[in-house]
C-alpha cells in the first residue's frame, strides 16, 4: 500500500538514488503512457517550490508525451535492474505497451502513471521546459562529450506535489 510522504521530513540520499539506483520517468498523454529509465536528474528548492528537474534527449519517445503533459512522476525501484535496463534500452515507439513489455505491472497513483514494483514515487507538475544549448556551456569539453551528436538534452522541471512510498 502506497503512504503519503510528508515533503518537509522526506530523506534521501539524493546523489546515491539518482546516480547509482536510477529512476524511471513516467508520463500519460493522449491516453498513451510510457516509461523510459533516468540516471540524470536533480532534486531541490526553487521558486518557493520542491521541485525534480528531468534531462531528456529530444529522440526519446518520452519526449513529445512529457511535452504535451501537465505532470510526470518519478518512480524509483533499486531492485528492478532488468526492467531498469529494458526500460532504458527500449523505445517506447516500438512497442504497443513498453511497461507491460518490461514484466513490470502498471497502476495510477492520484490518476498518475506508475508501476505497482516502485518503492518511492514523485508526482510532478511541469513548471518550466527549456532545451539545453551548445553555446552556453562554460565546458565546451563537456558538451562534446556528453552531446557529441549535439543532441542536448531538453530540461524539465517539475513541481514536486505529492510523494509516496511503500
Ligand atoms: C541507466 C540509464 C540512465 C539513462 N538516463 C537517461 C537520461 O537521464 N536522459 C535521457 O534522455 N535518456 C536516458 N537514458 C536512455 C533512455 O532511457 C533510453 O533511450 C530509452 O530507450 C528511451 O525510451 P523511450 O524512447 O521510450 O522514451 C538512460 C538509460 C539508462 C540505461
Redesign the pocket.
Known sequence: MWNKIDLENFEIKPFDLIAND?YLIGVKSRGRS?M??????QIGHLWKKHVFTL???PQ???RPLLDESDYFTVSVLPKQKEA??F???????DYSD?IKSSGLSETTIDGHVTVEEAELVLICKKLYRQQLEEDLFEDSELAEERYPNKDY?IQYIGEVVAAYHK
Not at 36 to 41: I, P, Q, R
Not at 87 to 93: K, N, Q
Open positions: 536510477w510510457n523510459m529509465t533516468a540516471s540524470w536528474g534531462y531528456v534527449r526519446r519517445f518520452t531498469l535496463n526500460l532504458g534500452r527500449e523505445s517506447g515507439r513498453k538534452s
